[in-house]
Every structure is written in structure tokens, then in C-alpha cells.
């Protein structure tokens, strides 16, 4: 597994778990399958309601606890300086750990919805400071936050982020904000790598992946890595988990990037930061 440094000197792997949908019995097996076939990096939220969930599979695994790098987020509905304290304590409970590798604002607030959102992001980066401060959380970070967020909360924050989690796949990869955001050091995770099922009849992707005998998603998640960012795949199907983390032992090249790099949109999302709630 390979490894990047986020800005804070702490190691996180290029290859995480998602588990997004994957609650009750089903996301406890998927998250100890995940831990069992090498995973370290586990990423929860709040709004997937399956917190409970990941820790039992966590602890299922077997797997020390400081071994395990845990992720979760705080939801849109909850920003502000009190209530993010009061939402990090329920994560906690539900997932029965005592601190937290990373945390995240899992949207920003916007215009659209706050008379000031500035200072409702401020407000709430400044409560996971204090919770970093306390050592409950090794690392904060935010999540769908476009150059405009992250430079409106740089005038008041004393920490960085050290992870902005987006939106980033073949068809939808925001080239502009991961410039911005490595500008800044702060490293890249990539949800929804596999745009939605939408890279699997793609015919560039399934040439480039019968060329290296890997694949389609297999070639997806490598070319993500290979711009130096996180990815973090989701699925509760064992043989799926494996094949996932099965990504050190190509390397595409750099016209194979440059084609992935121009596939035309697809799998798009429509969710973007500062319109929520809506889509386009």
C-alpha cells in the first residue's frame, strides 16, 4: 500500500474504504472484509447512519484499534460552533472509539442557505480546532469545498485542512480545485471514483484495462492515485473489497492518463457545494 503525508506529518493510505449504504449486518461484514484484505483507511459520516455499523465491523476485524485510520463527518444540517462539538460526541458514541483520526464538514455552508455563511464555516472550523487541540481528533479536514469556501475560511482559521474530500472520477474531476488544493497542501480524497457505475461501458476504459488485464475499475482507481489522490471505493461484495486494494502492481502510462484525463463528462453527480439542497 502506498502512502501520502497530509500537511499535519501524519501518513494516510491512497486506498480507503467507503461505506456509503452499507449499514446493519451488511456493513459490518463489508468493513471487516475491507480490514481483513489490507484496508486501514475507513470512511464513515454521520448521514450514512451506519457509524454503529463501521465500529463493529472495525472491532470484528480484529485489527488494533490505532491501526485503523477512521474518517467521519459532520452533516450540513448541524454546522455551527455548539452543535458541531455536540455532533462529534454522538459520532463517537455510535462508533465506541475515544478519538477520531479525521473529521470532516461535509458540506459547506452557502449563500443559499445562511445569511453568513462565512462565519458559520468559521464558527464550526473553529470547534474541530479546539477538538484537535484536546487530542480527540488527529487531523480535520472538509469535504466538498470549492476554492471560494476554502478561501473565505483561510482568513480565520489556524489550522488548514488537511483533506478536502470531493467529487472526482474519468468523466468529472475537478482539475481546477485539485490544483488549488495542493497549491495550498492540502491533499485530495476522491468519493464516487467509479462515477456512479458510469466508467464501466466506457470503451476507452475497457481498452486501457484489457491492455494492463485489469479491470475497468481497477484502471479508474489507479489513475486516480497516480494524480496523487485518495481514493475511496465502496462495495459490499468481497471479491469487489480485494480487487479494489489490487492497484500497486501497474502503472498506466502517461497517454493512458492523458486519455482518461479527457473522457467526456458522465456520472456526474449534479451536487455541487453551493446550491445544496438541489442538484442541476
Known sequence: MKSIILNNGIELPMVGFGTY??????????????????????????????EEAVGKGIKASGVPREDIFITTKLWRENLGYRSTKIEFEKSLKRLKIDYLDLYLIHWPANAKNYDNWQKTNADTWRAMEELQAEGKIRSIGVSNFF???????FQTARVIPAINQIE??????????VAFCKSQNIVVQAWSPLARGKVFGNETLQAIAKKHNKSVAQVCLRWIIQHEVIAIPKSTSPERIKENINLFDFDLTKTEMEQINKLPEMGFSGELPDIWPGRL
Open 21 to 50: 449504504k452499507a449499514t446493519a449486518k451488511e456493513g459490518i461484514e463489508a468493513v471487516s472484509t475491507a480490514i481483513s484484505n489490507g484496508y486501514r483507511l475507513i470512511d464513515t459520516a454521520a448521514k450514512y447512519v451506519n
Open 168 to 177: 472526482f472520477h474519468p468523466g468529472y474531476w475537478q482539475k481546477d480545485l
Open 147 to 153: 476554492q471560494e469556501h476554502l478561501e473565505a475560511l
